[in-house]
C-alpha cells in the first residue's frame, strides 16, 4: 500500500513524518497541492494554484515547501511581456496560510529542509540558496547555476546535489556553509559507460545514495554508499 511505499521511498520527505499522508501536486482541472491518505483515500486539496511542483514536508509534518510558477510582466527589448518566475512557497498546514522566503532569485526551483525545520536549500539562478521566513535568501558559496535538485539528510551532514556540467553531469555533496564540496559520481565511474547521474536522493537510513543513471534505455538507477566517491 501507500504507507509501505513511504517505508520504501527515497524521497520520503513527500510522506508525512508520521506515514500516515502523501503530499503530491497536480495539474488537473483544479490545479494545487493535495494530501493523500496512506490508504488512499481523503484526497484533498491544501493549496489551490497552477504549476506547483516538488512537495517536501517538514520534519515536524507541520508544513510543505513547495515550488511554482508565476507568470508577470518584463520589458523585453523596450516592450512590455509576459515572462515565467519560479518561486519556492511554504503552506503551514494548521490554517493554510503561505509564505516565500524572501529575496529569492527570479528562479527558484526544488526546495529541501534542514533536519531542524528552520531553512529551506533551493537551487535558483545562482547557484544553491539558503532561505527561511525571517531571513533573506543568501547563496551557498562555491555553487553556480550548474547546482540542482538539492536534498538535505534529515540526519543532518552535508547537502546532496546534481551538478549540471556540460558533459557528464553528476552528482555531489556539499555543506551549507559552502565548504567541502565533493563530487560523488559520474555514470562513467558506476554504469561504466559514457553518460550522466543525476536526481539524487537519499535512503531514509541515510547510508546510501540513489541516483538516475543515463543515457540507459531507460535510464537506470544506482546505489552508492555514504562515504564512496569516484
Known amino acids: 500500500g501507500l504507507q509501505s ?29 493535495y494530501l493523500l491518505n496512506a490508504n488512499g483515500s481523503g484526497a484533498h486539496q491544501v493549496w489551490a494554484g497552477p504549476d506547483a511542483r516538488a512537495p517536501r514536508w517538514s520534519p515536524d509534518g507541520s508544513q510543505i515547501a513547495f515550488y511554482h510558477r508565476i507568470v508577470g510582466w518584463a520589458i523585453h527589448n523596450g516592450r512590455l511581456g509576459t515572462q515565467d518566475w519560479f518561486q519556492v512557497v511554504v503552506i503551514r498546514l494548521v490554517d493554510r496560510s503561505t509564505y516565500l522566503p524572501p529575496d529569492q532569485p527570479p528562479h527558484a526551483y526544488s526546495p529541501s529542509w534542514s533536519p531542524d525545520g528552520k531553512t529551506l536549500v533551493f537551487s535558483g539562478d545562482g547557484g544553491l540558496y539558503l532561505g527561511s521566513e525571517p531571513s533573506s535568501s543568501k547563496a551557498v558559496p562555491n555553487t553556480n547555476y550548474f547546482f540542482a535538485t538539492p536534498d538535505w539528510s534529515p540526519k543532518g551532514g552535508p547537502i546532496l546535489f546534481t551538478a549540471r556540467n556540460h558533459d557528464p553531469w553528476a552528482i ?5 556553509d559552502g565548504s567541502g564540496l565533493v563530487f560523488l559520481a559520474s555514470v562513467r565511474s558506476v554504469g561504466r559507460v559514457p553518460g550522466s547521474s543525476a536526481a539524487a536522493a537519499r535512503s531514509p537510513a541515510g547510508k546510501q545514495h540513489g541516483l538516475l543513471a543515463a543515457p540507459a534505455h531507460p535510464p537506470t538507477r544506482h546505489t552508492l554508499n555514504v562515504g564512496w566517491s569516484g
Open 5 to 33: 511505499r513511504c517505508r520504501r521511498a527515497w524521497s520520503s520527505d513527500r510522506c508525512s513524518s508520521d506515514l500516515s499522508q502523501i503530499a503530491y501536486d497536480s495539474w488537473s482541472a483544479n490545479p494545487g497541492l
Open 172 to 176: 555531489g555533496t556539499i555543506n551549507a
